[in-house]
Structures are given as C-alpha cells and as structure tokens.
C-alpha cells in the first residue's frame, strides 16, 4: 500500500476528479478533506460514508483511506505534520490543546463539523483559502498560514464535542511518528540524525531501525532526511533572498558545493537553476 510523506510543515492543494477511484493509501501526516462540491463515498479503515460538498474529513497519520467518486468532486487539501501543531501555537493556552485533542479524538468515518454554525463558517474560510491559492497576490502564504490556523481551531472545536468528559491523557503518537518529529526538530543538528543518536534515543538497534522505517514510510531514513532538507532548500530559494552558501551553512551542508551537488542530483538542476526558473 501507498504510503505518503510531507516534507515541510504545511501545505495546501486543490484537486478536480471525475470518476476515477482514489486508491487506497496511508500518510505519515495529518490531512483535511474539504469537499467543495460533487458526491461520492469515502472510505477510511474499512468504514465507508457517503460524501457531499461541505465535508469535512479528518485524516489522521497511519489511517488507511480512500475516496471514490460518484459525481465529479473538488477536493481541497490541507496537509500538516504535528511539529506543525506544536510548534506554531506555543503562546496560546487554548490553542495548545489543539495537539492534545486531535492526538486523543476518536476518528471515525464522516464529516467532522458537528456545529452547524461552523459548517457555514468552514465554507467561507475554505472560499478565502482557495482565493489565496490559486491567485497567489502579495503576502499569500502569510495569509494562508492565518487562515489555516483558524481551521485548526474550527476543527479542535468539534472534535472536542465528541471526546469522552473523563478522557485520560496519554500519548497517542506511534514510535514512527516520534521519530518524523525528532528528525524535523533536529534538522539543523545534524549529529542528532545519525542512525546510531535516533536509535539510542528510542530505544531500538541500528538495523531494527532501517527496517521499522522504510516499513512505515515507504522510504530509507537517508532518503527522508535528504528529502525534507531539498524541501527546506526549495522555500528558501523561493521565499527568501538567502545566498546560496547562506542556505548551506544554515542547514548544516558541508558547503555550497555540497548543496549543489545534492540539490542538481534530486532536483535535476542546481540551485541557482531552480530559483531562476521558479522566479
């Protein structure tokens, strides 16, 4: 099965489909659904429901999914890692239990919107989200995180409705999940991700632990980290005016050849290519 990664905090996309199956796959992220318009059935951990525009689903990491389409559909996605949530809400005491809810709510086919007055709230701030995404005008992504942050706290909200009055607090994160935040935590340590640090830390053996993630992942632990560090590469190149060695000292390459060399190896061109291109 088809096992999907995300390599930056964040993103967002849109998709058109007609009546082609969305096969069957995991994530190692958390994802929402926004259904803007069209019919179908959904389908996540054997349980089906049918679908309309206005829902919302909530994909969890390691939940197995699927959608097939009645009636041409327009998806819209906003995909997040949890170092997302934890990271990005830490002066905000109601916002902090943002993670503790999403981590311990019990995820069950349908839509998540429970308060109808938020149904119609989710619309309009899916409408803005769009906006933003397809026009990209002057300050997009600043506008697009805003948005975003109100759909969490949208999402929290009903999902805090279905949790239990007496649910006891414990950790829901599986160890491959742990390690996905270790490793974009200690990006810039790279002493911290060497295979033999990450599993000392979480108590496995060397070997155990190329086979857990690849398992899990669909990709070597090398493979993720240079994965996620071409990524960080790509939003400096496009968003900020970073010289090229500027970007290697501060992700922790060797130097700016090494940049080079990796980045012309996964990308096809060298960095100074790719920010001429994408300008």
């Known amino acids: 099965m088809l096992t999907e990664n995300l390599y930056q905090p964040f993103e967002v996309s849109y998709q058109e489909l007609t009546e082609s199956p969305v096969s069957a796959h995991k994530h190692t992220f958390f994802e929402l659904v ?7 059935r959904q389908c996540i951990n054997q349980n089906t429901f049918d679908y309309r525009g206005g829902h919302l689903f909530l994909l969890t990491p390691e939940d197995c999914h699927s959608f097939q389409v009645s009636s041409t559909t327009r998806f819209f996605f906003v995909r997040f890692q949890e170092v997302y949530l934890s990271d990005g809400y830490k002066s905000d005491d109601w916002v902090r239990r943002i993670e503790f809810i999403f981590l311990n709510a019990t995820h069950t086919p349908g839509c998540i919107l429970h308060n109808q007055s938020d149904k119609a709230l989710m619309r309009a701030l899916m409408d803005g989200l769009m906006k933003e995404y397809v026009n990209q005008e002057l300050y997009h992504r600043e506008v697009i995180t805003q948005i975003i942050h109100t759909v969490l706290m949208i999402v929290a909200r009903n999902l805090a409705l279905k949790l239990p009055e007496k649910i006891q607090k414990q950790s829901a994160e599986t160890t491959i999940l742990q390690i996905i935040r270790h490793i974009q935590s200690g990006i810039y340590q790279p002493e911290s991700l060497r295979a033999e640090q ?14 857990y993630f690849k398992k899990h992942t669909g990709e070597t632990l090398q493979q993720y980290i240079i994965g996620y ?12 005016d970073l010289r090229i060695n500027e970007i290697a000292d501060e992700l922790q390459f060797t130097d700016e050849s090494h940049l080079n060399r990796l980045f012309r ?3 096809g061109m060298s960095p100074t290519e790719f920010r001429k291109k994408r300008a």
């Open 34 to 40: 926004y259904i803007l318009d069209g019919t179908g």
């Open 198 to 211: 990450i599993a000392s830390r979480f108590g496995l053996s060397v070997n155990y632990l190329s086979e």
């Open 229 to 240: 560090k071409m990524k960080l590469v790509e939003a400096r190149l496009l968003h900020s």
């Open 265 to 267: 190896k996964y990308r």
